[in-house]
């Protein structure tokens, strides 16, 4: 974490567990083991039935609320879809795009989440792109390759003021709800190519105000190392988002003066 130029930003994705039954009680707790996330930035990416009450439970600076997904058109005969207008008409602030699940299980393409991504800033959210390699990417030694890719391909096309509300979630495949967290070294190398890749096509001035977080098997142990690398912003945080005394610990370990 660079504190001068980035505020730490840790995001939840619930994927698709909690019902809105289970919200308030869920924020309520939160609340209480996070008094004052002052120091950082909180936010809880829903399935879109929990977004209305989790919008009305989030009211507080220092949290947000967040989609999963959205579609790429404004509005129209897509039946089944959800539109970012949709989700800013509701006090929706961010949105993730790029899932690797929704790359993995959905057939969403490079170029389906530039659309997205592109929409998202057009409607006035906040996007939280996601990239990432698999194990055998990896074991290729196409980490660097690939992830260059994916982040140019997702980006292409966002003026430079529009970056500032984009953020980067690093998320090594092999990482993700499998318990097996990349090495802080290996999470803030390639944070730090990500970097270096925004920095050659906006230059060092936008580079050093992108939040660029890393995601997979982030918890209440690990949090603090991860979050010591100089690239690495905060977390897309899966599983351990789940329970709230663990999220709880990870946002403390952001929430540092
Ligand atoms: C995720 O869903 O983005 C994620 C990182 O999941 P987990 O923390 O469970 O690995």
């Known amino acids: ?30 609340k209480t083991l996070v008094p004052r996330a002052k120091w950082c930035e909180v936010a809880i990416c829903a399935p879109f039935t929990d977004l209305p009450a989790l919008v009305k439970a989030v009211r507080e600076p220092h949290f947000a609320a967040g989609a999963q997904n959205m579609s790429k058109f404004l509005s129209g005969a897509y039946t089944g879809e959800v539109s970012g207008d949709m989700l800013t008409d509701l006090g929706v602030k961010y949105v993730i795009i790029g899932h690797s699940e929704r790359r993995q299980y959905f057939g969403e393409t490079d170029e389906l989440v530039n659309e997205k991504v592109l929409a998202a800033l057009n409607l006035g959210l906040h996007p939280i792109v996601c990239i990432g390699e698999s ?62 890749v925004i920095r050659s096509m906006y230059g060092a001035r936008i580079a050093r ?11 209440d142990a690990n949090a603090a190392e991860l979050l010591a690398q100089p690239d690495i912003d905060g977390g897309l945080i899966g599983g351990a988002s789940l329970e709230p005394e663990k999220f709880a610990a990870i946002i403390s370990a952001a929430n540092q003066e």
């Open 1 to 30: 974490m660079n504190r001068k130029y980035r505020k730490p930003f840790i995001a939840g994705n619930w994927k698709m567990n909690m019902k809105p039954s289970q919200v308030k009680a869920y924020m309520d707790e939160l």
């Open 135 to 196: 194990l055998e990417q990896r074991e290729k030694g196409l980490t660097a390759e690939l992830v260059t890719y994916q982040l140019k391909a997702a980006i292409s096309g966002v003026p430079a003021e529009r970056l500032r509300r984009v953020t980067i979630a690093y998320e090594p495949i092999w990482a993700i709800g499998t318990g097996r967290t990349a090495t802080a070294e290996q999470a803030g190398e390639v944070c730090s190519l990500i970097r270096a």
């Open 209 to 219: 105000g992108v939040v660029i977080q890393y995601g997979g098997s982030m918890n």
